[in-house]
C-alpha cells in the first residue's frame, strides 16, 4: 500500500516538476509568466495532435513504437508550448507590455484552445500510445518495495529529473547561468556588461515553456493514458505556486513536486469524508503561502526572488 | 602638484588623441539633450565634463558608453571612426563606464560582478584537436619513458602518468565537437576559483577589498571600488565616472583621486563628471564645459578658476556666496531629546539622539550617508516609528506652548496646528507624485479642503506661482512631474512646502543631483525661510555649503550625535573626523579636534 502510495505519486509529481522547472527557467530572467497553465496546455494540444499523425502515418496500432511514440510526442509538445513562450516573450520584450496581463491572457487562451482542439481530435490508438507512455523498466504490478517505486516509472519521469538537476547545474555553475541570473536580478547592469538581456529573456522563456509543455503531454499520454477529458489549468497554478515553495531552486523542485504531489494524492489513500479530502487537497496552496510569509520574514537576500521579476527592461528610459 | 601643460590648437606638448567625439547630437523627444558636440580626450589625462544638471553631460557620456545611440555624429578611438550600437561594442573599444547608479547584481559576489559577461576564448575546433592529441602523445610517452625504480614509496603508483589508448583519443576527438557547441551557447563552467584568480588582479592594481563578499553586504565605496576593478579587469583604457564622489566622504574621495592619478599615470583616459567645482580644479588636467546640450569650451585646468568655469557654465555671473544672515529672535522651536529607533531587522538606526531646532536658524545635519539623517527626519515627521526618547515642538502661534509629537502620524500633527514641512530625499517617491502634473502635486497638502468636491482653483494659482516665482522650466502647469528635470522637480517640491508657511523646515539634501544655479535658488529659499523665522533643519553632504550656509552643525555617525559645532567657526577637516568617527571613542575625538582648532583656525572653535 505505501510502495503504491509513494510510486503514484512520485509519478503525479513528474507533472509539477515539470511545470515548475520551466517556470523557475523563466523567472531567472526576470519574467513572471503567469501563462504556465495556458502554456502547459498548449503543450497537451502539441503533443496530441503529434501522437495522432503519429498514429495515422502506421499501417497498424502494432506497429507503434514507444520509443517514437514518445519521441514525436515530446518534440510536438515543446514546439507547441515554446510557440506560447514565444508569443509572451514577443509581448512582454518586443512591445514592453504588463507581464501579469499577457500571461493570465496566454492561459485564458492555451484553456480554452486545450478544451476546442482536442474535442475535435480522433482518439483511437491514444490509449495504446498511453500504455507505451506509460511502460516501465519494470512491470508496476508484479513489483513491489522499493523497486517499484524506482524502477517502474516512465521514462517522462526520468527524463524530469534528470532536466530538473541538470537546470539546476546549469543555472548555478555555468556561464550562461550566470548571465541568466544577472539578467532576471539587474537587467542594466546585465545590458551594460554585454549581455543580451532580450536575446537571454527570449530564451529563457522559450526553453521553459517548452519544458513546462511536457508537463502538459505527460498528464494527458502518460498519467491519464490518453484520455484527453480533463483539463491541466489547475495544475498548473500549483506549479507557479511550486516556484515560490522552491524558493527558485530546480533541484528542490524534485523533492517540493512530490510534497506537493503527496498532499494532492493522500486523501486518496486515506479513509476520510468528502471534506476532509477537499481541505487536504489545499494544503499546498497554503504551504506555498506559509513559505512566501516565512522566506519574506527571516528571508536572507538569496533566497529572494529575482529582484527584477516581472519588469520590463528598455536601455534608453529615462 | 604638477599638471601637464597642453596648449589646445598649438603644439607645445605632443598628445595622442584617445577619442574624438564630432558634432555628436541626440535628442529625446522634444528636448535636445547633446546638440553639436566636439570633444576631444588624450590619452593619460583627466578630463572633467562640468555642466548644470540636464546640460547634457551624461547622456553625451553615456553614447560613448552605448547606452545611448547618437542620432547625427561620429565617434573616432584612435583616429578612426567607430560605431557604438551596444555597451558590448564600447567593451570591444575598451570604454568602461561607472555608472552614477552603481551597476551592480546585489545578490551576486564582487568577484562574480567583475566576471559578468566577459569575453569567453574562442573555441578553435583544429586547434583543440590538436592539442589533445598533443596532450595524450606526450602522457603516454611519459608512461612509456617511466621508470618506477626512480620513484620508491608507498604511494608512487599515484605519481605514474595516465596512459591513453588509441580507442579514448578517438572517442574525445568525436566528442570535440559537442564541446565547442557547448562553449559557444556559454555551457562554460565557472571555475570555484574564479574569486582567486579576480582578487589577485585586484592585489596587483592595489585594492584592498574581499572581492569575495556579496554587494548587498558592502559600503558605497567598496561599491564604486567593485565598479573601478571591473573596468579595469575587462582591459578599458578609457574610462568614463559620472558623478563618483557624490556619495563618499572627503577621506574616501582623497583615495578615489590617488587611484585615478595612478590610473592616469599608468596611460589610461579618464573622464570625470562632477558637479563639484574643487573636485574639478584637484583631480583634472582639463576641463570640458557643457551648457544646454552645447559644447562650450575646453580648458586647461591649471589656467582657469572656479569664478570663470561658473560663468561658463551657467552663462552669466553667479555669486559663489551664500549670504548668511545673523539669526535673530532664536527661541527653542523643535526639541529632540533621546530618541532612539530601530529598523526592520531590530539594529538601532537612531540611538540616544538630542538637539534643538531654533527659529530664525539653520540647523545642518552632516554625516555619511545612511547614518540616519532619514530615519531622524521621517521620525520626527511622524513616518518612522520612534522607540524612545521625545520630540517636543514648541507652538509660536500659542505662546510657544510645548506640544508632544511623538509617535504621531503627519495627519494628526497637522491637525494638531504643527506647521512642519518636509523635503524629503526622496523626491518622486515621497515627495512628489511623478506621474501626476503640477497642479495635483500641489492638491496632495490641500486634498482635504474644500465640500464634496476638490478645490482645484488655489493649487492652480499656487502651482503658477511656484512656476513663475522659482523658475521653473516646464511646458506648463499640467506636465508629470516626472518629466521635468531634477532641479525643476525640486523646485516644484520646496515651492510647495514652503507655499505652507512653516515654521519648522525640514530638508534632506535639497540639493543632490542638482546643478549650481539651481543649488543656489534652493539655499536662498532657505535663508529667506531662516529670516521669517522658521526653524530649518538642512541635511547636506557637500561640507562646503553646510559651512557656508548652516548656523549650527549637528554632526551623526551611525545613529549617534558625535558633535555640534558653530557653521560660522567650523573647518571641513573637525566635520570629516566627526562623521567618521567610529562609537565609544566620543570623548577621546573631542580632543583632537579641539587640536585641530588650534592649529588650524586661529580664533579657536568650540564644540557647542
Not at chain 1, 492561459?107 to 500504455?131: C, H, P, Q, W
Not at chain 1, 506537493?260 to 496552496?285: C, D, H, Q, W
Not at chain 2, 490641500?446 to 522659482?470: C, H, N, Q, W
Request: charged share 25%.
Amino acid at each position: 500500500m505505501f510502495w503504491t502510495f509513494l510510486t503514484s505519486t512520485i509519478k503525479f509529481s513528474t507533472l509539477f516538476l515539470y511545470g515548475s522547472v520551466g517556470e523557475t527557467i523563466t523567472e531567472k530572467s526576470g519574467h513572471l509568466n503567469l501563462g504556465i497553465p495556458g502554456i502547459m496546455c498548449l503543450g497537451a494540444i502539441g503533443g496530441c495532435y503529434g501522437v495522432r499523425s503519429y498514429i495515422d502515418s502506421l499501417g497498424s496500432l502494432s506497429q507503434m513504437s514507444g520509443f517514437a511514440v514518445v519521441l514525436v510526442g515530446m518534440i510536438c509538445a515543446f514546439l507547441f508550448a515554446a510557440l506560447g513562450g514565444m508569443i509572451f516573450s514577443f509581448f512582454t520584450v518586443t512591445l514592453r507590455c504588463n507581464q501579469n496581463i499577457t500571461g493570465l491572457t496566454i492561459t485564458t487562451f492555451g484553456v480554452a484552445l486545450n478544451s476546442l482542439m482536442l474535442s475535435k481530435i480522433d482518439k483511437t490508438g491514444f490509449y495504446e500510445a498511453g500504455r507505451l507512455f506509460s511502460k516501465g523498466i519494470v512491470d508496476a504490478n508484479t513489483t513491489d518495495g522499493l523497486v517499484k517505486v524506482l524502477f517502474s516509472q516512465s521514462a517522462l519521469v526520468y527524463i524530469a529529473i534528470a532536466i530538473a538537476i541538470i537546470t539546476a547545474i546549469v543555472i548555478k555553475r555555468t556561464r550562461v547561468g550566470l548571465n541568466l541570473r544577472a539578467v532576471g536580478e539587474n537587467p542594466a547592469t546585465a545590458d551594460a556588461a554585454g549581455i543580451s538581456v532580450g536575446k537571454y529573456r527570449y530564451l529563457a522563456t522559450l526553453i521553459g515553456s517548452g519544458i513546462a509543455g511536457f508537463g502538459g503531454l505527460f498528464f494527458i499520454m502518460d498519467y491519464l493514458t490518453g484520455n484527453i477529458e480533463y483539463g491541466i489549468d489547475t495544475y498548473g497554478w500549483l506549479a507557479v505556486a511550486l516556484v515560490i515553495f522552491t524558493i527558485w531552486k530546480p533541484n528542490w523542485a524534485i523533492l517540493g513536486s512530490i510534497i506537493f504531489a503527496a498532499l494532492y494524492r493522500a486523501p486518496s489513500y486515506l479513509n476520510i469524508g468528502f471534506t476532509e479530502r477537499e481541505v487536504i487537497k489545499m494544503l499546498p496552496y497554503i504551504v506555498t503561502v506559509l513559505v512566501l510569509i516565512i522566506t519574506s520574514i527571516f528571508g536572507r537576500k538569496s533566497v529572494q526572488p529575482p529582484a527584477a521579476l516581472g519588469t520590463t527592461y528598455f536601455r534608453e528610459e529615462r | 602638484m604638477t599638471y601637464k601643460q597642453y596648449q589646445i590648437g598649438g603644439n607645445s606638448v605632443e598628445k595622442t588623441v584617445a577619442i574624438e567625439l564630432r558634432g555628436i547630437t541626440k535628442t529625446f523627444g522634444d528636448v535636445v539633450a547633446n546638440k553639436n558636440v566636439d570633444l576631444d580626450v588624450y590619452e593619460g589625462e583627466i578630463l572633467s565634463i562640468l555642466g548644470e544638471n540636464g546640460s547634457g553631460k551624461t547622456t553625451l557620456m553615456n553614447m560613448i558608453a552605448g547606452i545611448y545611440f547618437p542620432d547625427a555624429g561620429h565617434i573616432y578611438i584612435n583616429g578612426e571612426e567607430v560605431v557604438i550600437k551596444s555597451p558590448k561594442d564600447a567593451f570591444a573599444h575598451k570604454i568602461g563606464m561607472i555608472h552614477q547608479h552603481f551597476k551592480l547584481v546585489d545578490t551576486f559576489s564582487a568577484a562574480d560582478n567583475i566576471i559578468l559577461g566577459e569575453k569567453c576564448p574562442k573555441f578553435d575546433l583544429k586547434e583543440e584537436k590538436a592539442k589533445l592529441v598533443e596532450a595524450h602523445r606526450a602522457e603516454n610517452e611519459a608512461y612509456e619513458n617511466y621508470d618506477e625504480a626512480e620513484h620508491p614509496g608507498p604511494l608512487a603508483y599515484m605519481a605514474k602518468p595516465k596512459f591513453h589508448p588509441e580507442k579514448e583519443t578517438k572517442r574525445k576527438l568525436a566528442l570535440m565537437p559537442l564541446v565547442g557547441i557547448g562553449r559557444r551557447i556559454k555551457f562554460n563552467w565557472l571555475a570555484k576559483k574564479r574569486a582567486d584568480v579576480v582578487q589577485d588582479i585586484a592585489n596587483r592594481f592595489g585594492f584592498k577589498i574581499d572581492l569575495k563578499k556579496k554587494i548587498y553586504d558592502m559600503s558605497v565605496s567598496e561599491k564604486q571600488t567593485v565598479e573601478i576593478i571591473k573596468v579595469l579587469y575587462r582591459g578599458a583604457d578609457i574610462l568614463i565616472l559620472d558623478e563618483p564622489t557624490a556619495v563618499l566622504t572627503p577621506q574616501e574621495i582623497d583615495k578615489l583621486f590617488d587611484v585615478l592619478r595612478n590610473m592616469k599615470a599608468a596611460g589610461k583616459s579618464i573622464i570625470i563628471i562632477t558637479h563639484k567645482l574643487n573636485e574639478v580644479m584637484a583631480i583634472s588636467d582639463r576641463v570640458a564645459v557643457l551648457r544646454k546640450g552645447e559644447h562650450i569650451a575646453t580648458v586647461n585646468t591649471s589656467e582657469t578658476n572656479e569664478q570663470e568655469l561658473t560663468e561658463m557654465m551657467v552663462g552669466k555671473k553667479v555669486s559663489l556666496n551664500i549670504d548668511r544672515a545673523e539669526p535673530h529672535d532664536v527661541k527653542n522651536r523643535l526639541v529632540v531629546s533621546g530618541l532612539s529607533a530601530v529598523d526592520a531587522d531590530g539594529v538601532k538606526v537612531l540611538d540616544d539622539i538630542s538637539f534643538e531646532a531654533r527659529s530664525g536658524e539653520i540647523l545642518g545635519i552632516a554625516g555619511i550617508a545612511g547614518s540616519g539623517q532619514r530615519q531622524l527626519l521621517e521620525a520626527i515627521a511622524g513616518l518612522y516609528k520612534v522607540k524612545d526618547g521625545t520630540i517636543t515642538y514648541f507652538d509660536p502661534a500659542k505662546d510657544d506652548a510645548p506640544v508632544d509629537l511623538r509617535s504621531k502620524t503627519p495627519v494628526q500633527i497637522r491637525d494638531l496646528g504643527v506647521r512642519l514641512s518636509f523635503v524629503p530625499e526622496d523626491r518622486l517617491g515621497m515627495g512628489l507624485v511623478g506621474n501626476m502634473d503640477l497642479i495635483d502635486n500641489m492638491m496632495l497638502r490641500s486634498y482635504r479642503k474644500g465640500f464634496m468636491f476638490l478645490d482645484r482653483k488655489s493649487p492652480k494659482k499656487l502651482a503658477e506661482t511656484i512656476v513663475e516665482e522659482l523658475e521653473v522650466v516646464t511646458p506648463s502647469t499640467h506636465t508629470a512631474v516626472r518629466k521635468l528635470s531634477g532641479g525643476n522637480v525640486q523646485k516644484v517640491l520646496v515651492g510647495r512646502e514652503i507655499a505652507a508657511s512653516p515654521s519648522v523646515l525640514m530638508a534632506a539634501y535639497p540639493v543632490r543631483g542638482l546643478d549650481i544655479n539651481s543649488s543656489y535658488t534652493i539655499y536662498n529659499l532657505l535663508n529667506e525661510q531662516k529670516e521669517k523665522g522658521v526653524a530649518v533643519i538642512f541635511v547636506g553632504e557637500d561640507l562646503d555649503v553646510l559651512i557656508e550656509l548652516c548656523d549650527r552643525i549637528l554632526v551623526i555617525c551611525a545613529g549617534k550625535v558625535t558633535g555640534v559645532v558653530d557653521g560660522r567657526r567650523a573647518i571641513k577637516e573637525q566635520i570629516g573626523l566627526l562623521m567618521t568617527k567610529t562609537a565609544g571613542d566620543v570623548d577621546e575625538n573631542q580632543m583632537s579636534i579641539d587640536d585641530l582648532h588650534d592649529t588650524n583656525n586661529d580664533e579657536g572653535g568650540e564644540a557647542l
